[in-house]
């Protein structure tokens, strides 16, 4: 199983981004995709989280600027970034959970004016 992240980059503080993950192999039923980050000095942190069946889940400090969606039949899993804060500078990456988890490779999101 590959995850291949893509979409971050380089927004002032406000802007938005909008990051996706596509999921490949043999990768059977996924039971939830979600997003993660680290800041440098800092741990991995969830960022937000969504089911099989839609159920999402988000850290305090993205809720309401942050949303996650799914494409079951491509096995993929987007979040879209708005209001965009300097404090959300990290490399962010997608996982997925199916008999266990698997993590891609991360994309870098840098807010800066």
């Known amino acids: 199983v590959q995850l291949q992240a893509f979409g971050g980059g380089l927004v002032q503080p406000g802007g938005y981004l909008r990051l996706s993950c596509a999921a490949s192999?043999?990768?059977?039923?996924?039971?939830?995709m979600g997003w993660y980050r680290q800041a440098p000095g800092k741990e991995r942190d969830l960022v937000s989280m969504?089911?099989?069946?839609?159920?999402?889940h988000y850290a305090d400090s993205v809720k309401g600027r942050f949303t996650i969606s799914r494409d079951n039949a491509k096995n993929m899993v987007y979040l879209q970034m708005n209001s965009l804060k300097s404090e959300d500078t990290a490399v962010y990456y997608c996982?997925?959970?199916?008999?266990?988890?698997?993590w891609g490779q991360g994309t870098q999101v840098t807010v800066s004016s």
């Open positions: 996982n997925i959970i199916t008999t266990r988890g698997y």
């Open positions: 192999g043999n990768v059977g039923r996924i039971n939830a």
């Open positions: 969504i089911t099989v069946s839609g159920t999402t």
